[in-house]
C-alpha cells in the first residue's frame, strides 16, 4: 500500500477556528497513526484577502495545539507557474477549452435559468468553438456530459453525481490565475496525497475534483468529508456562539492537549472514552470512527475536559503555563518551588489557567477587600476572639508544619468549645480574603509565617473597627 500523506491547506483569510483546527488535526492524526506524511500549505491565491499575519496567526494555532508538519509550508502564490503548465496540458490534449462568454451574459443565462427553475449551469456555448486564447478568455474544464461521477466517501458512503449536474468548470481566470479547483488538485497531485480530510462543505466540490483528476490522468485519492461543527443551538458555528478562534482558547487559558483531546471528539470517538493523551489519540485515531452526525461544540464540555487534564498535568508544567496568566495580573512570582507547592492547592479545583492566576493571587498580592458575603458571615466578634486566641496559640509556632499548626487549632478548641470548621473558617476568610479556598494546612505552607499573622492581625483589626 502506498505510504499515507494527508494535508491540511487552510486559505489565509481568517485565523484558524474551531472547525479548521479539528481538520488539521484530524489529518495530522491520520498520518501520524499510519506513520505517513503530513503537508501544510496555504492557499492563499485569493491576494486580496489573505495576509501575512493570518497565516503567522495560523502557524501559531498549529505550533500551540502541537501539530506538525513534514513539508511545507508550501504557498499556492508561489506556484502559479505549476498551475499553468497543468491548464497548457489540458488545452494541449483536449480536456480544456478557452472560453469568451462576457460574465454579462454568462449572469443573465444563471438568472434565466433560475426564474424557469434550472440549475444555473453553464450552457456549453464556447466548448465545441476550438477558440485560442484571447483578452478576457477563461479556460474551462471540458467535462464528461453523460454518465455518473462516483467515489466511496469514507464518512458518507458511496456518493454519485449525475454528469449532467455539473458543468465545464472554469479551471484559470482571463487574467491566468487559477481558481481554487486547479489549484487545489494540481497540488494535491504533484504532492503525491493519498488521503483528503475536510469538513463536508466540500463534498459538492469533489465531484469536479475527481473530474479533472481523470482528466489529467491521476487515480484520484481517498475522501472522507467530516460533518460540520455546530454551536450548542445545532446552527452552524459561527461568531455568534462567542470564541471561535483556537487561540481565543489559549487566553483563556486552555492546556493545549485538552484543546486537541475536545476537538478529537468532536466527530470521532472511541468507544465511550472521553479523555485521551496526544499518544492515546495517535494510536487510536481512525477514519471508520469518525461519526455522521456533525458534532455539537459546548464550551462548558470544553471547561469540564480542561479541568480533568489540569488535575492530570504534572503540577511543574502547571507552574510554567500559568505564569503568563500571573504576570497579566502583575504578579512575577520569583520563587519557583513555592509557585508549585502554590499551584498544587489550586491544581484540584482549577478549570482554566485563568481561573488557576485567580486563584493563586492571595497567595502574591495584598488582596483589597474581604468578599462581602463571606465577611459578613464570618468576620464578627466570635471570629476576631477565636482568631485572637489562634494568633497567641501560634506564637513560637511554624505554621509550615501542619503538626504544630493542628496542635495550635486544638488549643483553641478546647478552649472555646467550638468546633475545627468554626474556627477555621473566619481564618480562611482572614487569610485568602474568601470563603472557598485550598485546605487550612496547605494554604498556611504556602503562605508563609509573615504573611499567616500579618493577615490575622488585620481581620482582627478589620472587626474592631
Ligand atoms: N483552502 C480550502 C479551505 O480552506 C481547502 C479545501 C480543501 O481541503 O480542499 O476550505
Known amino acids: 500500500m502506498k505510504k499515507v500523506k494527508t494535508r491540511f491547506p487552510p486559505s489565509p483569510t481568517g485565523t484558524l477556528h474551531i472547525g479548521g483546527a479539528r481538520t488539521a488535526l484530524f489529518n495530522w492524526l491520520y498520518a501520524r497513526h499510519m506513520g505517513g506524511t503530513f503537508v501544510f500549505r496555504l492557499e492563499d491565491t485569493d491576494r486580496v484577502r489573505s495576509k501575512e499575519e493570518l497565516v503567522q496567526s495560523i502557524v501559531d494555532a498549529l505550533n500551540w495545539l502541537g501539530i506538525d508538519w513534514d513539508e511545507g509550508p508550501f504557498y499556492q502564490s508561489q506556484r502559479l507557474d505549476v498551475y499553468a503548465e497543468y491548464t497548457q496540458r489540458l488545452l494541449d490534449e483536449g480536456n480544456a ?15 434565466a435559468a433560475r426564474a424557469r427553475g434550472d440549475n444555473p ?27 455518473a461521477t462516483v467515489f466511496e466517501d469514507q464518512v458518507k458512503g458511496p ?10 468548470l472554469v479551471i484559470a481566470r482571463s487574467d491566468g490565475s487559477p481558481t481554487y479547483h486547479l489549484a487545489v488538485v494540481v497540488d494535491d497531485i504533484t504532492m503525491g496525497i493519498t488521503h483528503i480530510i475536510r469538513g463536508d462543505d466540500h463534498v459538492s466540490n469533489t465531484p469536479r475534483q475527481i473530474i479533472l483528476y481523470r482528466a489529467l490522468g491521476v487515480e484520484p485519492p481517498v475522501f472522507a468529508h467530516v460533518p460540520m461543527v455546530l454551536g450548542t443551538d445545532k446552527k452552524r458555528l459561527s461568531k455568534r456562539h462567542g470564541a471561535t478562534a483556537v487561540t481565543d482558547y489559549q487566553g483563556l487559558g486552555i492546556l493545549p492537549e485538552a484543546m486537541v483531546n475536545y476537538l478529537a471528539r468532536l466527530g470521532w470517538s472511541h468507544g465511550d472514552q472521553e479523555f485521551f493523551t496526544l499518544d492515546d489519540l495517535v494510536d487510536k485515531f481512525s477514519l471508520e ?11 462548558a464540555r470544553l471547561l469540564d475536559l480542561n479541568a480533568d487534564h489540569i488535575r492530570s498535568t504534572d503540577t511543574y508544567r502547571l507552574a510554567n503555563l500559568v505564569l503568563p496568566h500571573l504576570e497579566k495580573r502583575g ?10 507547592e502554590a499551584v498544587e492547592t489550586v491544581q484540584p479545583r482549577s478549570k482554566t489557567l485563568e481561573e488557576m492566576a485567580e486563584g493563586l493571587l492571595f497567595y502574591y498580592k495584598e488582596f483589597e477587600g474581604y468578599e462581602e458575603k463571606a465577611a459578613k458571615k464570618f468576620l464578627t466578634p466570635d ?22 499548626v493542628e496542635a495550635a487549632f486544638q488549643k483553641v478548641m478546647d478552649e472555646t468549645g467550638q468546633g475545627f470548621g468554626k474556627i477555621a473558617q473566619p481564618v480562611r476568610v482572614a487569610l485568602t480574603g474568601k470563603s472557598a479556598s485550598p485546605g487550612m494546612f496547605e494554604l498556611m505552607r504556602v503562605l508563609g509565617n509573615d504573611l499567616v499573622r500579618a493577615r490575622l492581625a488585620r481581620a482582627i483589626a478589620h472587626i474592631g473597627d
Do not use: H
Not at 383 to 404: C, N
Open 97 to 111: 477549452y478557452y472560453c469568451t462568454c462576457s460574465p454579462e451574459v454568462l449572469n443573465e443565462k444563471r438568472e
Open 121 to 147: 449551469l453553464y450552457d456549453g456555448t464556447c466548448r465545441e468553438k476550438d477558440l485560442g486564447p484571447s483578452p478576457g478568455a477563461v479556460v474551462r474544464l471540458r467535462s464528461p456530459r453523460t454518465g
Open 159 to 168: 456518493i454519485a453525481t449525475p454528469n449532467s449536474q455539473l458543468d465545464d
Open 289 to 299: 470512527n469518525i461519526g455522521k452526525s456533525a458534532g455539537v461544540f459546548d464550551p
Open 331 to 340: 504578579v512575577v512570582p520569583g520563587d519557583n518551588k513555592r509557585l508549585i
Open 383 to 404: 471570629g476576631a476572639k477565636w482568631m485572637s486566641l489562634l494568633a497567641r496559640a501560634l506564637e513560637g509556632v511554624d505554621v509550615t508544619d501542619q503538626y504544630q
